[in-house]
Each structure stands twice: as structure tokens, then as C-alpha cells.
């Protein structure tokens, strides 16, 4: 334990952040648990406060202002932020074809653009001090990318490669680097996962080229956490250990299925890794033009253009 250091997190009042949230408020650290305004009453539906070692403030990790704001108060009053939480997150579950550059934006910007941006802020207060943690939530998504989940994997990845340079850069000044990988959590995680709207009317109309995918991935994924044992607070475990560890890995898999995938993405060829996987997809056989599918279809479902619905 390092009493007296600062800690912030962003997105602290739902899922991961909150199970952190509550860890770090029973620890020594200073922390600043931060989250959307529209979202700070959750705090209080959960029972978070403040005291004299835990401020909650608004930050949309998005907004230049708020950013900066909230890192020159803790550099005020508090010497500066000691270990950066990037945990705000958001996911699409769309197809390529399906999302438009504006949400892809979207999704960069909370995923990738606004923790570097953040990093940024902080970094010339930790080189001072010749210490500092970062802390990110990556994901399984951004070793391993799946259908439907382009631009999420597409954030993960960005920040994967971007925290690989990180860390090489900033280890001169003793500031650690680690991203934390969970995979699939027992949570209502599931229920926040954004579709655009072609992927909404993808996934309610038979007809659409793209149905199947949404159709299958959308269950196997929800079935896959609902029987996961890793939960927001084993995975909140993992994020207090790392920041604990004396030399924290650079990679942190957060859950078992974590660990696995990343030990079969080591060891299989890289081939005969993707077949697995593609072989794995829930009913692969019925997606895309399958004859079986189609002739299947009622008439007023194929793709003839006889039913828009
Ligand atoms: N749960 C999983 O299975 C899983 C697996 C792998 C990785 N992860 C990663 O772990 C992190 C947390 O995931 P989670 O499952 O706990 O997700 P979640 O329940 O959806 O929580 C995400 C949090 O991010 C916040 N957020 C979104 N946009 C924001 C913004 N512009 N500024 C500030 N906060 C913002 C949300 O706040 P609002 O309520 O205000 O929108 C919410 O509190 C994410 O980075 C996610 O990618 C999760």
C-alpha cells in the first residue's frame, strides 16, 4: 500500500469502475473518483461519498476543459495525480460495413483519444517525481478481435500499441505501464453495448445480409459472461494488486479466459489460430449467402426486394 498517493479513475459509477471505485475508497490512497455529470447521482444510489480522502467530480473524459481542470486541482491539492485509472469505456456492436465514420469517431475518441490525452496531462507531474503508475483497461478485444466488435477491438488495439511505446518511453522515470485485460465478466456490462442503427435493423430483420451475425454473436457473447466466474470485483482485485506490484507487467489478463487466449495466441501459428476461432462461431455455417439460408428464407424475406419492412 502507498498511503498519501493520489489515484483517479474515470467512469467510476457503473460495472469495473464502480467495483474499483468501492475497493479504493476502503484503501489509504487519495482518490478522485470521477464520472459524466449526468452520472454523478449514482454515487449516491450506491452508496459512494465523499470524505476527507475521496472527492468525486465530474469529468467526460472527452472534454479538454474538464481534463485539465481536474488535474490542476489535484496538482493544487494534492501534489498531482500518482496513478492514472483509465477505465471509461464504450462498445459498439456493429459489423464493419455497419458503422458509420462518425461513431467510429465516437468510439475512439472515448476509447483511445481521451485516456492519451489524459496520459499526456499527467505524465509531466510523475517524470518530476520520478514515479507514477498508468493504468488502462484494455480488454480480450484488443488482443483478439470478433466479428461485430471492429471498432471496440479497433480502441483496444490503439491502446495496446500505444501503451507498448508508452511504457519503453517513460521507464527511464520509473512511471509503470500496465494495461489490464479482463475478458468475459458476470455483469450487466452487456446490456450498455451500443448498436448503430444499421446494426439494429441489421439484427431485427431476417432478411438483412448481416442478420445471422447479429443474431448468433449477440446471445453466445451474453452466454459466455453469464458463465463467466470473473466478476466486476475480481476483476477490481486485479487493478489494486497491479497497482501494488512492485514491477507490474506491461500485459495484466485480468480473467481466465484471458489468460488462455492470450497463451493460445502465443503458441498456435497464427493461421490455424484465426480457423479455430472462425470454427468457433456460434452456427458460422448459416451466415453470409448460405444457399441452406436462403431457400429457407419465406419468399417475402429474401433478398428480392419484395419486403422492406
Ligand atoms: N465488462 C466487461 O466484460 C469488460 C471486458 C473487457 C474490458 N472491459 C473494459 O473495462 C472498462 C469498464 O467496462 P464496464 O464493463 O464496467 O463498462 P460500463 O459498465 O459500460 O462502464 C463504462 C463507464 O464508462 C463511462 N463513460 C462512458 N463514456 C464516458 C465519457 N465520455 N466520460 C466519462 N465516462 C464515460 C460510463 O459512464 P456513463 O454511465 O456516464 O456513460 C460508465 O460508467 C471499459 O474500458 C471496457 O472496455 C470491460
Redesign the pocket.
Known amino acids: 500500500m502507498e498511503p498519501g498517493k493520489t489515484v483517479l479513475i ?8 464502480l467495483a474499483i471505485a468501492r475497493a479504493l475508497t476502503k484503501t489509504d490512497y487519495r482518490v478522485y473518483l470521477t ?2 455529470q ?2 454523478l447521482p449514482r454515487f449516491d444510489m450506491h452508496q459512494v461519498s465523499e470524505s476527507e480522502h475521496v472527492r468525486i467530480r465530474a ?4 472534454s479538454a476543459e474538464q481534463r485539465t481542470r481536474i488535474v490542476a486541482e489535484a496538482e493544487r491539492d494534492w501534489g498531482g495525480i500518482d496513478i492514472l485509472i483509465n ?5 459498439y456492436r456493429a459489423v464493419v460495413e455497419h458503422v458509420t465514420e462518425e461513431e467510429r469517431i465516437a468510439q475512439m475518441d ?2 483511445f483519444r ?1 485516456p492519451m490525452e489524459l496520459i499526456r496531462l499527467v505524465l509531466p507531474g510523475m517524470r518530476e517525481k520520478l514515479a507514477g503508475r498508468i493504468i488502462t ?1 484494455s ?3 484488443g488482443m483478439m478481435a470478433m466479428p461485430t466488435m471492429a471498432a471496440y477491438s479497433a480502441s483496444k488495439f490503439a491502446l495496446e500499441g500505444a501503451h507498448e511505446s508508452l511504457w519503453y518511453e517513460v521507464r527511464p522515470w520509473g512511471i509503470k505501464v500496465s494495461l489490464v485485460q ?4 458476470d ?1 450487466d ?1 452487456f446490456q ?1 453495448v451500443r448498436h448503430t442503427p444499421k446494426s439494429d435493423r441489421s439484427k431485427h430483420e431476417l432478411a438483412e445480409p448481416y442478420h445471422e451475425h447479429y443474431v448468433n454473436m449477440g446471445p453466445f457473447i451474453e452466454r459466455l ?1 453469464k458463465s463467466s466466474r470473473a466478476t ?1 470485483d475480481s476483476v477490481a482485485r486485479v487493478v489494486l494488486k497491479t497497482m501494488r506490484r512492485r514491477h507490474p507487467p506491461l500485459r495484466v489478463p485480468a480473467t481466465l479466459d484471458a489468460l488462455g487466449f492470450s497463451i493460445l495466441r502465443r503458441i498456435l501459428p497464427r493461421n490455424s489460430y484465426h480457423w479455430l476461432l472462425y470454427k468457433m462461431l456460434p452456427k458460422v455455417d448459416t451466415w453470409g449467402p448460405s444457399p441452406k439460408r436462403v431457400s429457407s428464407l419465406p419468399p417475402a424475406t429474401k433478398r428480392d426486394g419484395s419486403d422492406e419492412r
Open positions: 474515470t467512469g467510476a459509477t457503473t460495472g469495473l469502475g464520472a459524466r449526468s452520472s469529468l467526460d473524459v472527452t477505465n471509461a469505456g464504450i462498445a472515448v476509447n481521451s483497461m480488454s480480450v478485444g479482463p475478458g468475459f465478466i455483469s456490462g450498455r459472461m466486476p
